[in-house]
């Protein structure tokens, strides 16, 4: 269900994802800091489930409140998830 709100194409246009820049500059010197960097936005999209409004960036006409509330818990799982694969990497 909504797979590219979660994932949106254009999360794809460059060489390297933010996030695996951002734990090449942060990461290296500081895993744990590049951890709280992940769990920030993971907490971000926890703590405002499904409360994005009619503001540029809204959600599609036709997704309903409790479809909000499930693609932001996917968005906050694919943050967890990216950060239980940083950490088996030997974060």
């Known amino acids: 269900?909504?797979?590219?709100l979660i994932d949106p194409a254009h999360y794809h246009e460059f060489a390297h994802q933010p996030r695996d820049v951002a734990?090449?500059?942060?990461g290296r010197?500081?895993?744990a800091a590049h951890l709280g960097f992940g769990l920030s936005h993971a907490l971000s999209y926890l703590a405002r489930l499904g409360r994005k409004g009619g503001d540029?960036?809204?959600?599609p006409a036709g997704v309903?409140?409790?479809d909000r509330i499930v693609i932001?818990?996917?968005k906050a799982?694919?943050?967890i998830d990216y950060l239980i694969e940083y950490a088996e990497r030997g974060a």
């Open 72 to 74: 932001d818990l996917r």
């Open 56 to 59: 540029a960036g809204s959600y």
């Open 23 to 26: 734990a090449d500059w942060w």
């Open 64 to 66: 309903t409140d409790a």
């Open 29 to 31: 010197g500081s895993p």
């Open 77 to 79: 799982r694919n943050w």
């Open 1 to 4: 269900m909504h797979d590219s």
